[in-house]
């Protein structure tokens, strides 16, 4: 066996150009510095905004990037979440309110932010006020009251109103000490793999691809290799996602007592896609690359 991987090895070794196409894929669908300095210039008004109302200053200092974002495995702008921390002083006004007082809560919030973003649509529903701009992107707040085990207490309106817990630091702190064990292996594939969900069209949200991803390269014989592995990474890891029980609905988060829940079909087009990689790595493998190419185009798009 270990000889077998060291021919193998010394093959991809050769054939640097995996490499090159993998990490030039990469480059063009990281996130772009001005697209991130619109999000931190957003992130940072509606901090401010908020709390100026809450606690009369202008400090950043009460908002957590959080989703996708906060774990940095996102590739896209359409939607940023943050949660913004209250004073405790407002738990203590809506949990004795009358009648609903979670969406009370987010009402009060939604008010805060009109007076900074007047003509702007701000929606305040089930746990989160959402902030929309007009070039398509949009910033979800949640409100949270901060807990003494650094957890975060967090309203929820649906069904008469009730409070919920969360706790985001933990997950990134996860994802972020799994990505150093991997030669920050796992956000990147978190990235592309999002790539692949949008070009086909998979009904799988970000934090399920997270979820697998951090299953699937905790035990992966390549887990620290280099761009030159990547072709294999893709088509294991489809491969990996083919073979999740169809009955399976339900998944525990990294880092957290967190469980999510996802009832929509990912593994057919995980096994189709899975199936254009074996083409694509065969092609490869006999010195066709330009049929290659096409192969994993169907998977990622164009800017393969």
């Given at each position: ?206 934090i399920l691809i997270d979820v697998l991803a951090y299953n699937f390269i905790k035990d992966y014989v390549y887990k620290d290799k280099s761009y030159l592995y990547y072709d294999l990474f893709t088509r294991d890891f489809l491969k990996f996602l083919s073979e999740v029980p169809m009955t399976q609905n339900k998944w525990l988060v990294m ?50």
């Amino acid at each position: 066996v270990l000889f077998d991987l060291e021919i193998i090895m010394d093959w991809r070794e050769s054939k640097m150009g995996i490499a090159e196409k993998f990490s030039d894929f990469y480059e063009k669908i990281k996130m772009s510095r001005e697209n991130m300095d619109i999000i931190s210039y957003r992130y940072n008004r509606l901090s401010k905004t908020l709390s100026e109302y809450f606690y009369g200053s202008s400090s950043t200092n009460y908002s957590l990037y959080v989703g996708s974002y906060g774990r940095d495995t996102e590739v896209y702008i359409s939607d940023i979440d943050m949660l913004f921390k209250l004073p405790y002083s407002k738990y203590k006004q809506y949990d004795g309110y009358y009648g609903n007082g979670q969406s009370a809560l987010l009402q009060e919030v939604k008010g805060a932010l009109l007076n900074t973003y007047p003509k702007t649509t701000i929606k305040g529903d089930g746990q989160i006020v959402s902030v929309y701009f007009t070039d398509g992107t949009y910033f979800e707040v949640l409100p949270v009251f901060k807990n003494t085990d650094e957890s975060f207490t967090y309203p929820d309106s649906n069904d008469g109103g009730k409070w919920k817990i969360t706790n985001p630091q933990t997950e990134q702190k996860a994802i972020q000490d799994m990505n150093n064990c991997t030669n920050k292996n796992l956000k990147k594939l978190c990235r592309i793999m999002r790539v692949w969900k949008e070009q086909n069209n998979v009904q799988i949200p970000g934090i399920l691809i997270d979820v697998l991803a951090y299953n699937f390269i905790k035990d992966y014989v390549y887990k620290d290799k280099s761009y030159l592995y990547y072709d294999l990474f893709t088509r294991d890891f489809l491969k990996f996602l083919s073979e999740v029980p169809m009955t399976q609905n339900k998944w525990l988060v990294m880092g957290s007592n967190r469980y999510i829940y996802h009832y929509l079909s990912f593994q057919s087009k995980a096994k189709d896609s899975y199936n254009i990689a074996v083409n694509a790595i065969d092609y490869e493998t006999r010195g066709f690359s330009y049929s290659s190419n096409q192969e994993w185009r169907k998977i990622y798009g164009s800017q393969f």
